[in-house]
């Protein structure tokens, strides 16, 4: 048995190493149902020198090692499931904005929503929205490969990322990329590490290009009585308008939504949120003979906080009723997405379940009250699930990643796509980076 304290002591004061019970247990845990074990330690480097020497210490003596940057993981990609110490990246949160160049340069602690803040200085923005903007953080963003609200529009965090710089297991600094939007450098280094879930390397700085700050949107709200209709005018609104957003609610997160917003008088069904950059005399007239609300300013803003907290608000419930939940995250094509739909409920029909998401890209977050007691039970659920989403030409993850949740059914995608041996030139580079398997080892795949 190692004592973390005195192997470290070398790199690390002590105050940035953490060993009692009450200081690593909120570490242990991500936003996920999955059990937790506690962490041998928490380490906490400011800068990639320092982290280099950690994982060199932790490579020679095998001791797993767990990024953390919100920990708001909801598939078990953080979470403590082993014996590990957790990396923490708090101390790593410089912004450097380079207004000439629209580049930013940013460490993993940053939150989309602080970046945004400094952007805002030089009328400048950057173009990604996970709904967990002001809870997550960019190492995890790009580790997930994030999107959210703004993608139908800008795409995942993966389209704006010029070049990083990741500490690997033996203690190597790399660099990748440059600063430039064009860049034709043989192997895309940096697009190996995003979506990478922390397994191959740590991101400690990420050189991100940014936008000058979009005009204001117009916003509107329809209800629907049929989710057919629904997206038949999502794909409508594609087509026709100049589109920043496309949400969606079911009408059992509708009303949970409305009860935050009960002065906006919000009518009762599925919902469609646009956002669009177009007239609201265009958005009218292109759906006329629907219930449509367009949305003052500071009703924009408001449905927008609520939309973005509909995770919270359902946390909060679902601890009342002693339960725990599970939020899958799959899109299908919009051609098949109807379909799609009535086979999930079908297949849901007995469990207490709420549907959202961003609906422009196909993408909808099914969160599922679950009982603890019955985890197979779920889990079967969540592979049919995924069977149900691979059929429709659909994705077993949007946007949240594979994690501790989602291992059998990545199998199954390759599977789909008739290429098993894509999976085993994961696991060869896997082995190739760490041969030791010390980077957040049993997450996306079992070596
Ligand atoms: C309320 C709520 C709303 C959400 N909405 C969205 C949404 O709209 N869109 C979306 O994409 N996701 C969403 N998520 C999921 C989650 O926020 C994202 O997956 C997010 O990108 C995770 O970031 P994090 O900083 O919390 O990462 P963490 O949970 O800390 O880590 C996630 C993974 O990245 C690894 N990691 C962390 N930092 C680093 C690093 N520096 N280098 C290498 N690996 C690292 C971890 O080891 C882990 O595997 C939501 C979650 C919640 C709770």
């Given at each position: 048995?190692?004592?973390?304290?005195?192997?470290?002591?070398?790199?690390?004061?002590?105050?940035?190493?953490?060993?009692?019970?009450?200081?690593?247990?909120?570490?242990?845990?991500?936003?996920?149902?999955?059990?937790?074990?506690?962490?041998?330690?928490?380490?906490?480097?400011?800068?990639?020198?320092?982290?280099?020497?950690?994982?060199?210490?932790a490579?020679?003596?095998?001791?797993?090692?767990?990024?953390?940057?919100?920990?708001?993981?909801?598939?078990?990609?953080?979470?403590?499931?082993?014996?590990?110490?957790?990396?923490?990246?708090?101390?790593?949160?410089?912004?450097?904005?380079?207004?000439?160049?629209?580049?930013?340069?940013?460490?993993?602690?940053?939150?989309i929503?602080?970046?945004n803040?400094?952007?805002?200085?030089?009328?400048?923005?950057?173009?990604?929205?996970?709904?967990?903007?002001?809870?997550?953080?960019?190492?995890?963003?790009?580790?997930?490969?994030?999107?959210?609200?703004?993608?139908?529009?800008?795409g995942?965090?993966?389209?704006?990322v010029?070049?990083?710089?990741?500490?690997?297991p033996?203690?190597?600094?790399i660099?990748?990329?440059?600063?430039?939007?064009?860049?034709?450098?043989?192997?895309?280094?940096?697009?190996?590490?995003?979506g990478?879930?922390?397994?191959?390397?740590?991101?400690?700085?990420?050189?991100?290009?940014?936008?000058?700050?979009?005009?204001?949107?117009?916003?509107?709200?329809?209800?629907?009585?049929?989710?057919?209709?629904?997206?038949?005018?999502?794909?409508?609104a594609?087509?026709?308008l100049?589109?920043?957003?496309?949400?969606?609610?079911?009408n059992?997160?509708?009303?949970?939504?409305?009860?935050?917003?009960?002065?906006?008088?919000?009518?009762?069904?599925?919902?469609?949120?646009?956002?669009?950059?177009?007239?609201?005399?265009?958005?009218?007239?292109?759906?006329?003979?629907?219930?449509?609300?367009?949305?003052?300013?500071?009703?924009?803003?408001?449905?927008?906080?609520?939309?973005?907290?509909?995770h919270?608000?359902?946390?909060?419930?679902?601890?009342?009723?002693?339960?725990?939940?599970?939020?899958?995250?799959?899109?299908?094509?919009?051609?098949?997405?109807?379909?799609?739909?009535?086979?999930?409920e079908?297949?849901?029909?007995?469990?207490?379940?709420?549907?959202?998401?961003?609906?422009?890209e196909?993408?909808?977050h099914?969160?599922?009250?679950?009982?603890?007691?019955?985890?197979?039970?779920?889990?079967?659920?969540?592979?049919?699930?995924?069977?149900?989403?691979?059929?429709?030409?659909?994705?077993?993850?949007?946007?949240?990643?594979?994690?501790?949740?989602?291992?059998?059914?990545?199998?199954?995608?390759?599977?789909?796509?008739?290429?098993?041996?894509?999976?085993?030139?994961?696991?060869?580079?896997?082995?190739?980076?760490?041969?030791?398997?010390?980077?957040?080892?049993?997450?996306?795949?079992?070596?």
């Amino acid at each position: 048995m190692h004592n973390i304290k005195d192997l470290f002591k070398s790199v690390l004061s002590n105050d940035r190493i953490l060993t009692d019970d009450n200081e690593v247990m909120p570490y242990s845990r991500d936003k996920s149902y999955f059990n937790s074990v506690r962490p041998l330690a928490v380490l906490k480097p400011k800068d990639s020198k320092e982290l280099s020497e950690i994982m060199k210490i932790a490579n020679e003596n095998k001791i797993k090692v767990i990024a953390r940057s919100g920990g708001t993981s909801l598939t078990g990609a953080s979470i403590v499931n082993t014996d590990a110490v957790v990396i923490s990246l708090e101390l790593m949160n410089r912004i450097r904005i380079y207004k000439d160049d629209q580049i930013a340069i940013v460490q993993p602690a940053v939150k989309i929503d602080e970046l945004n803040r400094e952007l805002a200085r030089y009328n400048l923005f950057f173009p990604v929205d996970p709904a967990s903007s002001y809870i997550s953080e960019i190492g995890g963003n790009l580790s997930t490969n994030a999107a959210g609200l703004l993608s139908v529009r800008y795409g995942p965090i993966s389209r704006w990322v010029l070049g990083l710089e990741v500490v690997l297991p033996d203690g190597s600094i790399i660099r990748t990329g440059t600063s430039t939007i064009k860049q034709s450098l043989g192997f895309d280094l940096t697009h190996l590490f995003i979506g990478s879930e922390g397994i191959l390397g740590i991101i400690t700085e990420a050189k991100l290009q940014v936008i000058s700050k979009p005009k204001d949107a117009v916003s509107v709200v329809i209800s629907y009585d049929s989710i057919k209709d629904l997206i038949e005018d999502v794909k409508i609104a594609r087509v026709e308008l100049d589109i920043l957003k496309l949400e969606f609610l079911d009408n059992l997160s509708a009303k949970i939504l409305s009860k935050e917003l009960n002065d906006m008088q919000i009518k009762p069904g599925f919902i469609l949120n646009i956002e669009a950059f177009d007239s609201a005399s265009k958005i009218e007239s292109l759906f006329k003979d629907k219930d449509i609300k367009i949305l003052k300013d500071d009703e924009k803003q408001k449905f927008l906080f609520s939309r973005k907290r509909l995770h919270d608000y359902l946390e909060s419930i679902v601890s009342k009723e002693g339960k725990d939940m599970l939020v899958e995250d799959i899109a299908i094509p919009l051609s098949n997405l109807y379909e799609a739909y009535i086979e999930i409920e079908e297949l849901l029909k007995k469990e207490e379940h709420y549907i959202f998401g961003h609906i422009g890209e196909g993408n909808l977050h099914i969160n599922l009250f679950i009982d603890k007691g019955d985890i197979r039970h779920y889990e079967d659920l969540t592979y049919k699930l995924g069977e149900l989403t691979l059929r429709h030409n659909g994705t077993i993850s949007a946007e949240h990643g594979i994690g501790l949740e989602k291992k059998e059914l990545l199998k199954l995608h390759y599977k789909y796509l008739n290429s098993e041996h894509s999976l085993e030139l994961i696991k060869s580079i896997k082995r190739l980076i760490d041969p030791n398997n010390i980077l957040n080892p049993g997450k996306v795949i079992d070596l």
